[in-house]
């Protein structure tokens, strides 16, 4: 009994009161709004604090580095934890790390003092998040996850779209300090808006975890996105992420070897073998991988063909803006037609890259970047909330995580590729490998994805199910 209210628990959901779910799905969203300006703000921020702050300057970008090899490595684990734990509860402790850490930061002595603080950060944002999909799945079923994850859609794309200008605001303000401590304030706000909601616990014990699987799961996953973070060359020696990469190698190797014999693999492997699962979360990491690489690559590009501070705010509003007033529309799309707008973005994406290799006039560049911002607009959270459709209330922890580290990888790869080629060819090749990836996961949505997809009910409800 919880504020009065009986809490149920059907065979798939946990039932509670409209005002209960309502609770969860907002925390859940507070902390989805930390993510991106965590990301946004520290990067902005670590000029400021390597020339003001004592310590090595080589270290600026680990503050950004180690908080996202930390956040991709505890995710999977999180996620996993998150199932078989107190959900509301083991979200409102890593919100409540992420605001420890923020507040902490922003008083941090030192810059290895703060790369610490950042790690630890780091951890703690893979709590939220997988504990905010754990929580957020075992109340709201399969039918209703297109629509909750619009809202969520609607969130991430505003706090990515505005994350730089509300970074640069903080600074303007506050210093570097507030950049860390604003984002532990929202996230205080999250920890406190599960407070004195059901621990949404499961009844049953869950089967054997393998712990040692998850970690070194976590391990390669941290090894090649800070691999590829750090990249090759820009006076980085080239054995550091080389030896990053040999590490993942052995790795996977290990890996595969240690799942094959574990009674309770770490990695959902049952997830894998739904192909619209597989499909959807690689269309989203070329998506997500088209908005990085773009916004890297359009100013240089409008930079170069005399673009004034007019001009580029206007193409920057153009690629950002649509995913904050559009994601809502999509979700409702979605119903019937999220194959086909999965399809039609990642194939207007391609488009557009191939349109800019041969104009780039600063007309082409608006065009280019209001095509690729309504193609992110009106897909924002529509993947995501396809591929959650099919992963069961009790393993949404470890199937969102999973989800969201391909997504990560996926994601880094695509700038990481770009910014190889760009180095050789010049700013524009990176939109042509952007483009490159969102054409290889269009054919793969197209393929893997039937025109309709069953529903989960109608297939068997998740796990072991193939939604075609």
């Known amino acids: 009994m919880v504020l009065g209210l009986p809490l149920f628990r059907s065979a798939s959901v946990f039932v ?71 959900r509301t509860r083991f979200f409102a402790v890593g919100n409540a790390v992420v605001a ?29 998040a997988a504990g905010g999909s754990s929580m957020v799945l075992a109340v709201y079923p399969p039918q209703e996850r297109r629509r909750v994850y619009g809202y969520a859609g609607a969130v991430l794309g505003s706090s990515l779209a505005l994350g730089p200008a509300v970074a640069q605001v903080l600074m303007a303000a506050g210093g570097w300090p507030l950049v860390f401590a604003a984002p532990g304030g929202v996230a205080a706000l999250a920890a406190l808006g599960a407070v004195g909601l059901p621990a949404l616990r499961s009844a049953k014990p869950s089967e054997a975890f393998d712990l040692a699987g998850a970690v070194l799961f976590g391990v390669v996953v941290a090894a090649v996105v800070t691999a590829l973070g750090l990249g090759f060359g820009a006076g980085v020696p080239w054995w550091g992420p080389a030896g990053l990469l040999g590490l993942a190698a052995a790795g996977v190797a290990r890996l595969v070897r240690l799942e094959r014999r574990a009674p309770a693999p770490a990695i959902p492997l049952d997830l894998l073998r739904i192909p619209a699962y597989r499909a959807y979360a690689v269309a989203t990491g070329a998506l997500m991988g088209m908005l990085v690489v ?81 193609a992110l607009g009106l897909t924002e959270g529509v993947p995501d909330g396809q591929a959650l459709r099919y992963v069961p209330s009790r393993h949404g922890g470890a199937g969102a995580a999973l989800f969201s580290t391909t997504r990560m990888t996926l994601e880094t790869l695509v700038l990481a590729a770009a910014t190889g080629v760009m180095t050789a060819l010049g700013p524009v090749s990176g939109m042509a490998v952007a483009g490159a990836g969102c054409l290889a996961a269009a054919l793969v949505v197209r393929q893997a994805v039937p025109a309709r997809a069953a529903s989960p009910a109608e297939n068997g409800g998740g796990l072991g199910a193939s939604p075609g």
């Open 100 to 128: 420890a850490t923020g507040m902490l930061s922003a008083l941090a002595p030192d810059v290895p003092s703060l790369v610490a603080l950042r790690a630890v950060a780091g951890v703690g944002a893979a709590m939220c």
């Open 16 to 86: 509670l009161s409209v005002r209960q779910r309502r609770r969860v799905l907002v925390a859940a969203l507070l902390s989805d709004a930390v993510f991106p300006l965590a990301i946004t703000g520290a990067t902005a921020a670590v000029p400021e604090v390597t020339a003001q702050m004592p310590g090595a300057k080589a270290l600026g970008p680990w503050i950004v580095l180690a908080y996202n090899g930390l956040f991709a490595a505890a995710l999977l684990l999180a996620g996993a934890r998150a199932d078989r734990s107190a």
């Open 294 to 374: 773009g916004l890297t690559v359009l100013p240089q590009l409008g930079s170069a063909h005399g673009m004034g501070p007019g001009q580029a705010g206007a193409m920057l509003s153009l690629l950002t803006v649509p995913s904050t007033v559009l994601p809502l529309l999509a979700a409702r799309l979605a119903r019937r037609l999220a194959r086909w707008l999965v399809t039609t973005a990642l194939s207007a994406c391609a488009a557009t890259a191939v349109v800019l290799q041969v104009a780039d006039r600063p007309a082409a560049l608006l065009v280019a970047a209001g095509v690729v911002g309504l």
